[in-house]
C-alpha cells in the first residue's frame, strides 16, 4: 500500500468533491504555510470538513476520509494573504498523522471513484431522475435560469452525483458518507433519498 502525504484545510462544513472547483481565500498565518508547502510539494491539498457546530481549542478533528485537489490558480495579493481555486480530484484514506503544528500534514491513500463512462442504462434513468429532482429545488430557491439550463451538462459529467451534492445543502453525516462512497449507483441512491426528502419540504 502506497502511502503519500497531503495537507489537509480544516473548514466547516465545507467538502471538496471529485469534478467540483473550489475557491478559497487564505489568510491565517498557518495557512499561508500550509499553502507555501503545498505549492513547493506539487500543488495537492485535502479538504477535511468538520460540523459547524464544533467547540474546542486548537485544531478540529478530522475525518478518515477527505476530498483532495489540485490547486489550478493562486493569486497573491499584497499584504501575504492568497485566493486560491482548488479542483478536486478525487478522496483520500488518512492512514495516519505526520503533523498537527502549525497544520495538519497526513499519510494518505488515494481511492478510486467509479466514472460516468459507459455506465448501465439504469445508472443514467437514476442520474437524470436526480437532475430532475435538483431542478426543482434550484427553482424552489429562486436560482437564475441560466443556472436551471447549465444543470443539463451534469448529465455528461464524470462525477454527476458529486457535482449535485456540492450544489445542495443538506446535513453533514450523510454529505460525508456520499464523498466516502465510491460506486456510482450506491451515491446515486444514497443522494435521491436526500432530494426527495428536500423536494417533500418546499
Known sequence: MSTFPLPLFPLPDVFLFPGMFLPLHIFEPRYRMMLDFCMENGGELGMA??????????????????????????????????????EGIGTAEIVSLD?????????????????????????????????????????????????ILKMNQILVHPFPVDFIASLIYFDFKTKQTILETTH???????????????????
Open 49 to 86: 470538513p468538520y460540523p459547524k457546530n464544533w467547540i474546542g481549542a486548537g485544531l478540529p478533528p478530522i475525518p478518515e476520509v477527505v476530498g483532495y485537489g489540485h490547486i489550478i490558480q493562486k493569486e497573491s495579493l499584497p499584504d501575504g494573504r492568497s485566493n486560491i481555486i482548488l
Open 184 to 202: 456510482l449507483e450506491t451515491k446515486a441512491d444514497l443522494l435521491k433519498t436526500v432530494l426527495l426528502g428536500l423536494n417533500l419540504s418546499e
Open 99 to 147: 503533523s498537527t503544528e502549525p497544520f495538519y500534514i497526513a499519510q494518505i491513500v488515494r481511492r478510486e471513484h467509479e466514472r460516468n463512462k459507459n455506465v448501465p442504462e439504469n445508472i443514467k434513468e437514476k442520474i437524470e431522475e436526480l437532475l430532475v429532482l435538483t431542478k426543482r429545488i434550484l427553482l424552489a430557491e429562486g436560482a437564475e435560469e441560466d443556472l
